[in-house]
């Protein structure tokens, strides 16, 4: 099986659960776990932000960020397909109680004038707008990379209309590897940034959330009040500690999709743009084989490659540090011969 669901179903290496068994730990919640200190201060110096909190999943460092950054009843502008808005079960309006704007292909171009056309004043009938999340790689975009002069134009915007800026970087050193630039030219762009350590990183568990000292400590308390403070976490941070060295190895599953996308580009019945494909996302439109993505990822399943549908019509594969040059090969031909199957039964 050949399994492009997700960089999320990575296995941990055999050196981080040595690591793991190896770990010196101590009571997180009262700042005792060496291994888990060690994993924030070696993430805020890569990340180039002043502090950072080790949070159980990405999910959880977004909401943290979006209740320290805002109050109850506040508007946050987000795309309208970016995690936050579509996969994290409606988190924003349950825990901090904020509305989001969601905008059409904000992360897709012209991200200035549109932030500028959603913003409003606050008065009588507009609640005040206090946070833009962005989100590079972006996910359901297909993993495209927003670059650096936009990140910068959309800060310098944003700051101008007293808004603060989370970043959704589950996928941050995809980009920074994509664009050739050091990940803190990003992050300087932003108030704050989650990033995942389970994803194309490799580790079991764990993500990062970073920004000001004040903004950290907020957050720990934030943490605790969700049921994330945890205790001898150190056996988990030991596993992020060896993910903080796997950012190299992001442009080989770079590669592979760039290999999978061509192959499927020249398959009748599927559109793939080869422009979007510039880290390890690949998004599929499968409106020409007359069938639902559901049923198509089912099928391809039995077959021997796992992928997910995004939409009825788009399923997503994404490469990472399990697949190899090989399975995606394999993956291809399994991928072609389904196709004419379901074009010529
Ligand atoms: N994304 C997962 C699914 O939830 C869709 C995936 O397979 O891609 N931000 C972004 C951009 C993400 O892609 C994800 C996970 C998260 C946040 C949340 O991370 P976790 O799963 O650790 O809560």
């Known amino acids: 099986m050949i399994d492009l669901r997700s960089d999320t179903v990575t296995l941990p290496s055999e050196e981080m659960r040595e690591a ?11 700042g005792e776990d060496p291994t888990v200190n060690e994993l924030e201060r070696v993430s805020a110096e890569i990340i180039g932000k002043e502090a950072a909190l080790f949070v159980p999943t990405g999910t959880m460092g977004n909401q943290i960020a979006i209740l320290t ?6 508007e946050i502008i987000v795309d309208e397909l970016s995690h936050i808005a579509l996969y994290e079960v409606g988190a924003a309006s349950m825990f901090a ?14 991200t200035v004038e549109k932030l500028y ?11 005040r707008c206090r946070l833009l999340c962005l989100e590079n790689t972006f996910n359901i975009g297909s993993g495209t990379v927003m670059p650096l002069k936009d990140m910068r134009l959309v800060y310098k915007a944003a700051r101008g209309l007293s808004l603060f800026v989370h970043l959704d970087g589950a996928r941050i050193f995809n980009a920074s590897i994509a664009l050739g630039c050091d990940v803190k030219e990003l992050t300087e762009n932003c108030d704050s940034v989650m990033f995942c350590l389970s994803k194309g990183l490799g580790a079991p568990v764990g993500s990062i959330l970073a920004g000001s000292k004040e ?6 308390k934030y943490r605790k009040a969700m049921g994330g403070g945890m205790r001898q976490v150190g056996v988990l941070a030991a596993a992020g500690l060896i993910a903080l060295k796997m950012a190299e190895r992001l442009s ?5 999709a760039r290999l999978l996308a061509q192959h499927l580009s020249s398959v009748d019945g599927l ?4 422009s979007r494909v510039q880290t390890n996302i690949l998004l599929a439109d499968i409106s020409g084989l007359n ?22 019509r788009v399923a997503r594969f994404v490469t990472h540090k399990e697949v190899t040059k090989d399975h995606i090969i394999q993956a291809s031909t399994i991928i072609k011969n389904l196709v004419s199957h379901i074009l010529t039964p």
């Open 271 to 274: 559109k793939v743009d080869l």
């Open 69 to 74: 950054h805002t109050l109850r009843g506040d």
């Open 291 to 312: 069938m639902d993505a559901g049923s198509f990822v089912g099928k391809l399943s039995k077959a021997g490659v796992k992928a997910v549908p995004v939409s009825s």
């Open 97 to 110: 109680g904020v509305q989001l704007r969601t905008i059409p292909n904000l992360l897709e171009g012209d």
């Open 20 to 30: 793991m068994a190896r770990a010196v730990v101590g009571d997180d919640v009262y």
């Open 252 to 256: 080989v599953d770079h590669d592979n």
């Open 117 to 127: 056309g959603a913003y409003r004043e606050s008065n009588i009938h507009a609640p």
């Open 215 to 220: 903004f950290i400590n907020a957050a720990r």
